[in-house]
């Protein structure tokens, strides 16, 4: 198979982002040229990207080894896709939104997609590199104080994190004599001390990416700060990349060596899920809740890396999905309430059940596939990493995953009530807008949220399939 | 070997100037040291052509930029640091990151890498070398570099946009305040009207 075909999709979504540069050259001033070609891009890499996982390709390794095409990869494209559709679609009408918008969104996913396919050290820099920089400059796209101090910051830190990602990379480098991952195993030096300071800083650095405990800080802050659309697409997307490359990684360089990194993950997840979930708690401001939640579902995912076993890897890709519909179906709601406003509290929630009550319906189901309430796809998620961390041998996780649950159904309970409370005074319903847009996300979002949940049999056999991997070191 | 010691030690105490100089200016010639000892370890690493690069590029083009904007935005200012949240913490940072450091360094000399037994292959580290590489084998990477580049680019333009968008946005921003606003007031008004 030629690289053009195996990596379509990606070829795809280049072009995309010199078009839309083209068309948002041209565009009328508030006209949506831009966003269409990116829209059509990302729905072109999509039925490419199906269209790849129809021919049932066998891996294939590209450009010395740099980039891996298998089914993993392409679920990951799928998942990726998903996100900056979403993205796109809900900023769709922010005046705000600028005509760079969908270029960098664009950027980012390519960014993204790579992440799941990269097979050596440069790859994977780059592709953190690819997927971090637009979204820096998407998270201060406003210009507002908050918007400013999110994207200082997120840039500061994903700045220092980057290096240390870069001197663990050095080092592996340095201990092994070889960039791509499949010959870090068979590299001599597997056990070398100077390996696992390198791996550890290289994950530090991912970890980071992924927002987890004790790297979390600057996850609340930046989702504070960011448009919402962004927001969306950082805890979608940015938790894809991140999650995937931390398995594929793991699995293809040091599954000889689990002993070094699998218990300093697994702490780091019980830590994350209890922390995270714990912090969302208090929390008023919506997006900061969803911050917060997002670090608790990160905690989430590192167990199916952690646990190290094929079962893992496919709870952790499966969980991906689930959390990633909620957040959009969420993301959508929030961006409906207030398109004029930088952020939504909970206190604006009061009233909403009454007032709009299919939307109400709808944020109630997916902040039950957050929690993991039965016939949710959230809940079937959870039953999986549940499932992985009994398998590993692993009660700490298990009784961790069950705790953090149960922390953040709080958490997410506290909007549900305040949506049924009664409001004195105005209503603030009136800056609602709702645009076919959103409705778009809203229908993909909840009918994937309960579908999951109802029926989760054709998803599990696609990521079964897609964590074959394992199986081909 | 004792070469790229001396080297490493030159460039890590550069680096060191660069953050604890109080002096922008200080800063940005410290750097400019960083910058030439990297230079010759690359020299000595027999990569001729990413040191005369290094040299061009960073000392010579980047520095230069950072000099004007220093010597632009900080010109006769004495600037005063901000009383620390966390008293001490610079201290226990520093600490920290030397023990991090030795234990690196300990590390690296107790364990290290393969040697590499291979010769060089022809054109090491020359231009023919980096180009037959770049465009090359590795040619995936300089379209990512340049796919990067193009959202810095962009966010140039997004996060400083030209003045003419500026004004754009305040304008419609103010119309969607006045079509906002209208409502309101006519609500308010009935209301008025009818207690």
């Not at chain 1, 900023?91 to 996913?109: K, M, Q």
Request: aromatic residues 10%; hydrophobic residues 55%.
């Amino acid at each position: 198979m030629s690289a053009s075909t195996a990596l379509l999709p990606e070829y795809i979504v280049v072009v995309a982002v010199l078009v839309t540069m083209i068309a948002a050259m041209i565009r009328r001033p508030g006209g949506t040229v831009a966003s269409w070609v990116a829209l059509i891009g990302i729905l072109g890499a999509l039925w490419a990207t199906i269209d790849l996982w129809t021919m049932h390709i066998h891996p294939a390794v590209f450009f010395n080894q740099s980039l891996t095409v298998d089914n993993y990869s392409l679920f990951v494209n799928v998942l990726v896709l998903i996100a900056a559709s979403s993205t796109l679609l809900l900023g769709w009408t922010g005046e705000r939104e600028h005509e760079e918008f969908p270029i960098l969104v664009l950027i980012a996913a390519l960014g993204m997609m790579s992440l799941g396919m990269v097979g050596n050290l440069i790859a994977l820099f780059l592709g953190i590199e690819v997927l971090s920089l637009p979204l820096y400059v998407l998270s201060a796209s406003h210009r507002t104080v908050l918007g400013g101090e999110a994207g200082l910051k997120y840039l500061l830190l994903g700045a220092f994190s980057s290096g240390i990602l870069l001197f663990g990379l050095a080092l592996v480098y340095g201990a092994t004599g070889t960039m791509n991952f499949v010959d870090f195993a068979s590299s001599v030096n597997v056990h070398s001390p100077l390996l696992a300071a390198g791996l550890m800083l290289t994950l530090v650095g991912l970890l980071f990416k992924l927002g987890i405990v004790p790297f979390h800080m600057w996850v609340p802050d930046v989702y504070e700060g960011s448009p919402m659309p962004v927001t969306n697409f950082m805890a979608f997307g940015t938790k894809v990349g991140a999650a995937v490359i931390l398995l594929r990684l793991l699995a293809y360089g040091f599954y000889m060596s689990p002993q070094d990194w699998g218990p300093a993950l697994g702490y780091l997840a019980l830590l994350t899920m209890i922390v995270g979930n714990l912090l969302a708690l208090p929390q008023n401001d919506l997006k900061r809740l969803f911050g917060y939640s997002g670090i608790g579902h990160a905690g989430f995912l590192l167990i199916g890396v952690a646990v190290h076993s094929v079962v893992g890897a496919k709870a952790m890709l499966f969980y991906l999905l689930p959390y990633g519909l909620a957040v959009i179906g969420a993301f959508a709601i929030l961006t409906m309430m207030g398109t004029d406003k930088e952020t939504v509290t909970i206190s604006d929630l009061a009233g909403m059940a009454r007032q709009k009550p299919w939307a109400a319906a709808l944020f109630i189901v997916f902040m039950f596939s957050f929690a993991g309430i039965p016939l949710t796809g959230g809940f079937v998620g959870k039953l999986y990493l549940l499932q992985a961390a009994l398998f590993a041998h692993q009660p700490g996780l298990a009784i961790g995953l069950v705790l953090g649950t149960f922390l953040g159904l709080g958490a997410y309970l506290r909007p549900l009530q305040a949506m049924f409370r009664t409001r004195q005074g105005e209503s603030n319903m009136a800056g609602w807008n709702v645009n076919w847009s959103h409705v778009v996300v809203l229908v993909v979002a909840v009918v994937g949220t309960v579908g999951l949940g109802v029926y989760p049999t054709p998803v599990v056999h696609w990521v079964s399939q897609s964590a074959n991997f394992f199986w081909l070191h | 070997m004792v070469g790229i010691v001396i080297l490493a030690i030159l460039a890590i105490s550069a680096s060191v100037g660069v953050v604890t100089a109080r002096q922008p200016v200080h800063s940005a010639l410290y750097l400019v040291g960083n910058i030439l000892s990297l230079a010759l370890l690359y020299l000595m690493l027999k990569a001729e052509f990413l040191a005369a690069a290094q040299v061009i590029v960073y000392a010579g083009a980047i520095m230069v930029l950072f000099l004007f904007v220093v010597t632009l935005l900080t010109a006769g200012k004495e600037e005063r640091e901000l009383p620390e949240d966390l008293p001490g913490q610079r201290i226990v940072a520093g600490i920290l990151s030397v023990i991090v450091g030795g234990v690196f360094v300990a590390l690296a000399i107790k364990y290290p890498g393969p040697t590499l037994k291979a010769p060089l292959p022809s054109h090491f580290g020359d231009l023919t070398g980096i180009g037959r590489l770049l465009w090359g084998p590795d040619f995936i990477y300089l379209v990512a570099i340049a796919i990067m580049l193009v959202s810095a680019a962009l966010g140039v333009l997004v996060l400083n946009p030209p003045r003419k968008r500026r004004q754009q946005e305040a304008e419609a921003r103010e119309q969607r305040a006045e079509s906002k606003a209208s409502p309101e007031t006519t609500r308010k008004e009935r209301e008025g009207t009818g207690s």
